[in-house]
């Protein structure tokens, strides 16, 4: 059974940042891809960022944190991250992990077979 567990969220203010951490159990970790997603209130479950397995170098961002947000995963300790720089009041939300099933990383929810409980991240104006 694979299980997620994100930490890192809180309140910050407009143009800060913070880091969120995903801790991976369950299985070997490094094979699989790994992604971010988040959702506001009222709003559907969105892509923020993915990044591929061991043995390729993918990374997908969507367009809204591309250049702010940075993914990346140490398959030593089995986590994966999300540096968050220059936050915004529209990055509010609960932060999820999700983990793949395949090396490639993916945009889609449905794509991915495991979830985390969720972070949430509160940027103030």
């Known amino acids: 059974q694979v299980q997620l567990v994100e930490s890192g969220g809180g309140l910050v203010q407009a143009g800060g940042s913070l880091r969120l951490s995903c801790a991976a159990s369950?299985?070997?970790?490094?094979?699989?891809?790994m992604g971010w997603f988040r959702q506001a209130p009222g709003k559907e479950r969105e892509f923020v960022a993915a990044i591929s397995g061991s043995g390729l170098s993918i990374t997908y961002y969507a367009d809204s944190v591309k250049g702010r947000f940075t993914i990346s995963r140490d398959n030593a300790k089995n986590t994966v991250s999300l540096q968050m720089n220059s936050l915004k009041p529209e990055d509010t939300a609960v932060y999820y992990c999700?983990?793949?099933?395949?090396?490639?990383?993916?945009?889609?929810?449905?794509?991915?077979?495991?979830w985390g409980q969720g972070t949430q991240v509160t940027v103030s104006s």
């Open positions: 999700a983990a793949d099933n395949t090396i490639l990383p993916h945009k889609r929810v449905d794509d991915y077979d495991y």
């Open positions: 369950g299985r070997t970790f490094s094979p699989y891809g």
